[in-house]
Every structure is written in structure tokens, then in C-alpha cells.
């Protein structure tokens, strides 16, 4: 379901329900208003074009390749980045679900880039972005503020690409359940709660080298710093004694007056 509306020379769309075919959200078009449930299934590919702000109302979410194959291609750029938010007039987490991706995913034809994603966490899930044995890349990413987990993976089919992205202030940064691999480089992981990286599998080892956790002496947890938290099964050696430099070629959108690191 789509909806039009306009104010002057501002104009909005509102989304809801099921994407079967293929569609594109514009920038003339933001900002999006998710007011019910996007659900991309069909083959479908949803594109969002850079500078997009996607705003959600409580407790809806975006789903791909959840209920039937799709994919997201919401790639953003250095100085015109995508944002997904909440709608609420003061957000905090939990607000809204997160995207989730689920095992039907076109891991191929899935990115996310120069994106942020905030204020998730609402429902069963708990996190800001969901990969149910889906391995989406999300590179030059913020991941933040979310009720839960920043970046929840599950299953071994679950291989993320997370990279040059600042992973911060949720309970866990990224978590890693059920022999999920993700792949977690040159970011920044700081003041995430409870732990910065978290593996409950001994199947694998979660690799998570050249991240910066916060401080110069490494990650907590089972490592010997004092930085953020990490859990056995994770390789964290070795570390950034910097915040990385990759991370200062994200401009935060002016089109979200919460979009700051």
C-alpha cells in the first residue's frame, strides 16, 4: 500500500504491506513513512536510493526474504547515506523492529552501504538488523541505539560482511547464535553494555580482527583491555589502538536531526 501526501513543496510516502515486484524509493520521495509492516517477498528487489531518510512507525519493521525469496539494495554514499529511524516524535529503542532477513534472502543482490540504522529492537527479535541464515553485506554502516542487539546472526548459513561501520550503544553489538560466521572488520564497536562481539557456538571461531573497541589496550571480556566486551570463540588479535579511519568517510545526513554519531 502506498499513500501520497504533500505540503508545500515537501512530499512523503507512506508504505505498508507486501512488495511483490521490484520498486525503487526515491529521494524526491522522502521522507518514507513505514506506517504497517513492508514485507518484500516474490522475487521482489526494494531499492532505496542514496539520501533516502526511512522512517518507521512503533513496532513495524522491514522484512526480506522472510516469507519468500528478495532483496534490498539500499545503498547509500559518502555524503548522501540512507537513514532508517523511528517516527516517533522522541525515539528510543525498541521502537520499531529492525530490518530483518531471513534465510529466502538474494544474499547476491543484497547491500547495505553508507546507511544507518537506529532505534530498533521492538518484538521477538531484538535487534536493529536480523540475518536469519542470511548473509547481506553492510559496509560503511552506523548501527545504533537498538533495545537488543545491533546485529543478530543465527544459523550457519548466517555470513554477514560487516565492515568499516560503527557499531554502537545497543546491549550487544553484534551476536553470533546457532554456528552463525560473520565477518567483522576495521569497525568501530564501542559502548555496547553487555558485549561488543558474543559467540554461543564453539563450532567456529568468529572473525573479528582490526576493530576498534573503544580504547588502546583492546577488548574486555575475554581479552585483557578495557574496551568493549568480546566472548570466547571470537578472534579479536589484532585489534585497532585507533578509531579507524575508514569510518570518517561517512557524512551524517541532514535529514535526520538524530543521525550523529
Request: glycine share 12%; aromatic share 10%.
Amino acid at each position: 500500500v502506498l499513500t501520497i501526501f504533500s505540503t508545500g513543496t515537501t512530499y512523503a510516502l507512506n508504505h505498508s504491506g507486501t512488495i511483490t515486484s521490484s520498486e525503487t524509493w526515491t529521494l524526491a520521495g522522502s521522507p518514507h513513512i513505514v506506517t504497517g509492516t513492508v514485507d518484500v517477498r516474490n522475487g521482489a528487489t526494494l531499492t532505496i536510493n542514496p539520501g533516502c531518510l526511512v522512517k518507521f512507525n512503533y513496532s513495524t519493521g522491514l522484512y526480506i526474504g522472510l516469507n519468500g525469496g528478495s532483496a534490498l539494495n539500499a545503498v547509500g554514499t559518502s555524503v548522501d547515506p540512507i537513514t532508517f529511524t523511528s517516527n516517533e516524535s522522541s525515539p528510543a529503542a525498541g521502537d520499531w523492529q529492525g530490518i530483518l532477513f531471513g534465510n529466502l534472502t538474494n544474499d547476491g543482490s543484497t547491500t547495505v552501504h553508507y546507511c544507518t540504522v537506529e532505534y530498533g529492537g521492538n518484538g521477538d527479535n531484538n535487534s536493529n538488523v536480523y540475518c536469519a541464515s542470511a548473509s547481506p553485506a553492510l559496509q560503511h554502516c552506523i548501527i545504533r541505539n537498538s533495545d537488543g542487539y545491533g546485529i543478530y546472526t543465527t544459523g550457519s548459513a548466517a555470513q554477514p560482511l560487516i565492515s568499516c561501520s560503527a557499531i554502537t550503544n545497543n546491549d550487544y553489538g553484534v551476536y553470533a547464535s546457532d554456528s552463525a560466521n560473520p565477518t567483522i572488520g576495521d569497525c568501530s564497536i564501542t559502548v555496547n553494555t553487555t558485549y561488543g562481539v558474543y559467540s554461543d557456538s564453539s563450532s567456529n571461531t568468529i572473525d573479528a580482527e582490526n576493530n576498534w573497541w573503544g580504547n588502546a589496550d583492546g577488548p574486555g571480556g575475554v581479552g585483557s583491555g578495557s574496551g568493549d566486551a568480546v566472548s570466547s570463540y571470537v578472534d579479536f588479535t589484532p585489534w585497532r589502538t585507533a578509531f579507524d579511519s575508514c569510518l570518517l568517510t561517512i557524512d551524517l545526513s541532514p535529514l535526520s536531526g538524530t543521525n550523529f554519531v
